[in-house]
């Protein structure tokens, strides 16, 4: 099969598979189905605060996993549904922001500085215009990137890395993640260190499971799903707990919306902002293209860049940054978005997932099987099909989808969303509590499961209490036993040489990059 | 966060990550960093996890090392830390009730029954098989709410209920093959 020829399978993969229900007796597929049900459910998920894409995500993998089981059929409805709610979670958050100040997500933060100033001013309707539309042309041009890039970088790799350097690229992808990963390099190190001890627990190549302490409890290891729902979801919930229960004390109101939603977005005022979500989309895109940078740096740099550009240049009248400019609302929103696409050009051409969403796009091909993310993903062979690069591109169909739908249905879901900052987050996020212990339960069936992702809820709780990102942990959680594996066969490779990772100028340029992002990062703190 | 905070997080680590390269893993592991068997030289299983105890150890260092001067107090992560510490023992208790309600119901049972029943046998049966996951669902989003609350009210027992409901629409009556909680452990 040629090039073409796989862009092809991917897309009927999509459209073709298996059917759903037929509509004028014409089949429907399952994908497109799921791929549109995530969508919605993520702007659901993004627009209301508390929640967001990665706790969907983890409540909604194992019922997936159940519905479709373990066969290769089910990957692209599974993965197309995950990948539906990382797009609609992300322009699911600025609704809250623009409405009521309150971000629905991290990375809209910066949407509240001017979205929240607009609609005050009684221009609610056109700042949620802007954020659509900026969020949507951002996910866009990430995606064309995506599917430009990862197929190359993939190739780029099996061609000039061999076993010492491919272990080198994990040593240094770790190194960059816990250098630019939260405010300190000391704390990246910690937290991508633990992950690794964890992951190292119960394994090993001996007939004694290593670090087991010899317990029975300890000496099949930790299940993966465990420790990435318990870092991320169980941790972060008692954290939101813990600050709700601190907002009740300090007696903090609760948002209002406001009472006149103005005229809407015009032509002119699109093309105005063009060259601003423009310059953002690619800021967002190189910076989402980099392991562990996501996208709330990304909206914080594509809005202090606009905001520079603008103080320059804008008219005497026109509002600044932070006092209701449209172009704030664009810059963050495009920057944001645009991280989406290009994070996972490391998951899908490197196997190195570099944010929660792609940790849960990893998560579910390792439990359904049949799709191993990395460089073998993009073997174009033409003697025989390659299934894993038909996944490939169906899973970039299944993103233009989502993206279709953000252009045609999205902003008009994402406007009428704006009654779910209402719901109190301290009652919903027991039951997120709940509900993802139980999903950890009916995938592990075993009590010891929901104890580990307890255990690790309380590290990972303890972690946001201490200022350390617990996304380091993570992806140290998962790269770990890929990084041990290379480095064994790299080691028997070069015949026991100790030096293996030095001995090739590539894999010794990696390893020198590794020190310096790890020193360029102690300078920054 | 203080600097006296952030100085006992860094020692704390690295004594962790000392502790770790001395004494866990030379004694929990059965080969060493380099093995040669038979002539053949390979990675031992300790190589992975000195590694990790090194990223911890010099993560530990350099926090501890670190001249930036971080903001913070110490009153907001102590509240935190009470509240998160009652919240787990709420969760925890939750799931002690999952795990022995649905037994206990049968022991009951069985104390007026003309013919003893067995919870193993019934752990896929209504209504047998939610007992547990009911009441110990509830205990923990009530009692979670009625935590931040400050206060039990009708609102949080009623979500409580309708979270659990919920969960069985969504996990156990579409499924066959699924357990809820605790039922796969007996």
Not at chain 1, 232 to 257: E, K, N, W, Y
Not at chain 1, 434 to 450: H, N, S
Not at chain 2, 15 to 39: N, Q, Y
Not at chain 2, 93 to 119: D, K, M, R, S, T
Request: proline share 6%; aromatic share 8%; with cysteine.
């Amino acid at each position: 099969m040629d090039a073409l020829g796989y862009v092809w399978a991917g897309i009927l993969a999509v459209f073709q598979g298996p059917e759903a229900f037929a509509l004028l007796g014409i089949g429907v597929s399952i994908t497109l189905i799921m791929v549109i049900s995530g969508f919605v459910l993520g702007i659901i998920v993004g627009a209301t605060p508390g929640l967001g894409g990665p706790i969907a995500m983890a409540i909604a993998l194992p019922i997936l996993i159940s519905a479709f089981g373990f066969t290769p059929d089910a990957l692209l409805p599974v993965m197309g549904f995950l990948i539906g709610i990382m797009k609609g979670a992300t322009i699911g958050g600025a609704v809250p922001a623009i409405l009521f100040n309150t971000p629905g997500t991290p990375d809209s933060y910066m949407t509240t500085l001017d979205g929240f100033p607009m609609a005050q001013r009684g221009e609610a309707r056109k700042a949620l215009r802007i954020a659509h539309f900026s969020s949507a042309s951002g996910d866009t041009f990430s995606d064309i990137v995506l599917i430009v890039c990862a197929p190359s970088l993939a190739l780029l790799v099996e061609a000039y890395l061999d076993l010492p350097e491919k272990t080198a690229l994990l040593i240094l992808s770790l190194s960059f993640i816990a250098a630019v990963v939260g405010g300190s390099v000391g704390k990246g190190l910690i937290s991508a260190g633990l992950g690794l001890l964890a992951v190292y627990v119960g394994t090993g190549e001996d007939f004694y499971p290593r670090l087991s302490m010899g317990t029975d409890v300890l000496n099949r290891g930790f299940p993966i799903a465990t420790a990435v729902l318990g870092v991320l979801i169980v941790g972060a919930v008692f954290h939101q707990m813990a600050l709700a229960h601190a907002d009740r004390i300090r007696s903090v109101t609760r948002p209002t919306a406001p009472a006149e939603m103005g005229a809407s977005l015009e032509w002119p005022q699109i093309r105005r902002l063009l060259p601003v979500i423009a310059r953002s989309a690619v800021a967002g895109t190189v910076i989402g293209a980099l392991p562990g940078i996501g996208s709330t740096l990304a909206a914080t740099i594509g809005y202090a860049t606009a905001k520079a550009r603008y103080a320059r240049r804008k008219a005497p009248g026109d509002p600044a940054f932070g006092d209701g400019a449209p172009e704030g609302i664009a810059a963050t929103e495009a920057a944001n978005s645009s991280v989406s696409g290009a994070n996972l050009i490391p998951v899908l051409s490197l196997g190195i997932p570099g944010n929660t969403a792609a940790v849960f796009l990893i998560l579910a091909a390792e439990s359904i099987g049949g799709f191993n993310p990395g460089p073998s993903v993009f073997k174009f062979s033409t003697d025989s099909v390659n299934p894993e690069l038909v996944i490939a591109f169906g899973l970039f169909t299944c993103m233009f989808v989502a993206n279709l739908m953000n252009w045609t249905i999205g902003g008009v879901i994402m406007r009428s969303m704006g009654f779910l900052v209402r719901i109190p987050k301290h009652q919903l996020l027991p039951v997120v509590l709940v509900l993802t212990l139980t999903a950890i339960y009916v995938q592990e069936t075993r009590m010891e499961a929901v104890w580990f992702t307890i255990a690790f809820g309380v590290l990972g709780f303890g972690m946001r209490l201490l200022d350390i990102s617990p996304l380091p942990f993570v992806i140290a959680f998962i790269l770990g036993g890929k990084l041990e594996d290379s480095a064994r066969q790299a080691f028997a490779a070069t015949g026991g040489d100790a030096w293996f990772l030095f001995t090739s100028p590539i894999a010794a340029t990696f390893m020198a990059l590794s020190v310096l992002v790890v020193i360029l990062g102690l300078r920054r703190t | 966060m203080t600097r006296q905070s952030q100085i006992a997080l860094g020692l704390g680590c690295a004594a962790f990550a000392v502790l770790t390269l001395a004494v866990w893993i030379p004694l929990d592991t059965d080969t060493g960093l380099i093995e040669t068997v038979r002539r053949r030289t390979a990675i031992g299983d300790a190589f992975a996890p000195t590694l990790a105890a090194g990223f911890i150890l010099i993560g530990g260092l350099l926090t501890a090392l670190s001249r930036a001067v971080p903001g913070g107090t110490e009153d907001a992560p102590r509240r935190a830390l009470r509240f998160g510490a009652i919240m787990l023992a709420i969760l925890i208790g939750g799931f002690f009730i999952a795990l022995y309600a649905g037994p206990i119901a049968v022991a009951l049972y069985n104390l007026g029954a003309a013919e003893p029943l067995e919870y193993r046998l019934l752990r896929g049966s209504f209504p047998w098989k939610y007992i547990g996951f009911v009441l110990g669902g509830i205990f923990a989003i009530t009692g979670s709410i009625a935590l931040a609350e400050g206060r039990l009210t009708r609102r949080a027992v009623l979500i409580g209920i309708g979270g659990v409901l919920g969960m069985i629409v969504l996990f156990d009556i579409p499924f066959d093959d699924l357990l809820l909680p605790p039922n796969g452990d007996y």
